[in-house]
């Protein structure tokens, strides 16, 4: 008995061994994805990437203090993703990523379509992740994972910046990555990081590994 358990032990052990040779531990990734769930996670949704014009503030045109203003179609630049994860098992992963992405849009007064100032806003999501690995190759990695964190976002208009924090969140369906050290991937699934995220990236050992 005892000899079985010290040869499954060393057994274990062999395989630990062995896919740490194999596999780097230690992945840094910059991604770029799509705008549309972005823009839901920080509390709005529109279904293009050039949005309607739309009004708020006040709804007298004869007070001008308070017009009517309208806001031009705003536009939207790609989420871009750093990201950092560590090879805790051969299977399973855990990191974070950070994610940017901008809109900008012009305000005008309704009474005579006149300039009144740039509509700006930066969203910075912040999300720490799990990824479990189902095939693990040397040159090709699929897997799926999850995502959980926060999003600020910082706008500004005519005044000074508001600043507003929504929740935020990633689903990886379904990635495939090509690649031993320096790798590219493509993300299938929703979240800010888009429907669809891909880019490049490097894996390493530490020195003490």
């Known amino acids: 008995m005892l000899f079985v358990t010290a040869m499954s032990l060393t057994g274990m052990a062999q395989e630990e061994q ?3 040779q194999i596999f780097p531990r230690h ?3 910059l991604g770029i994805g799509d705008p549309a769930m972005a823009n839901f996670q920080k ?3 529109f279904d293009k990437l050039i949005w309607d014009r739309w009004y708020d503030q006040g709804d007298n045109l004869n007070d001008w203090f308070n017009p009517i203003r309208y806001h031009s179609d705003y536009i939207a630049t790609c989420p871009i993703s750093l990201g950092y994860m560590f090879r805790l098992r051969k299977f399973l992963w855990l990191g974070a990523s950070v994610s940017y992405m901008g809109t900008f849009g012009k305000v005008f007064d309704a009474r005579d379509n006149s300039f009144i100032c740039n509509h700006t806003e930066t969203q910075v999501a ?3 992740s799990i990824r479990f690995s189902y095939l693990n190759k040397k040159y090709v990695t699929l897997y799926s994972g999850v995502s959980t ?4 976002n910082f706008e500004k208009e005519d005044g000074p910046v508001d600043i507003y924090f929504h929740p935020a969140w990633q689903f990886t369906l379904f990635c495939i990555s090509a690649g031993h050290k320096f790798y590219g991937f ?3 699934g929703c979240g800010f990081k ?4 891909a880019g490049i990236g490097y894996r390493f050992n530490a020195k003490n590994e």
């Open 149 to 152: 964190g926060f999003l600020l």
């Open 194 to 197: 888009g429907f669809i995220h």
């Open 126 to 128: 912040f999300l720490p």
């Open 18 to 20: 062995d896919w740490r």
């Open 186 to 188: 493509t993300e299938i």
């Open 27 to 29: 992945e840094l990734s």
């Open 43 to 45: 509390g709005w949704l």
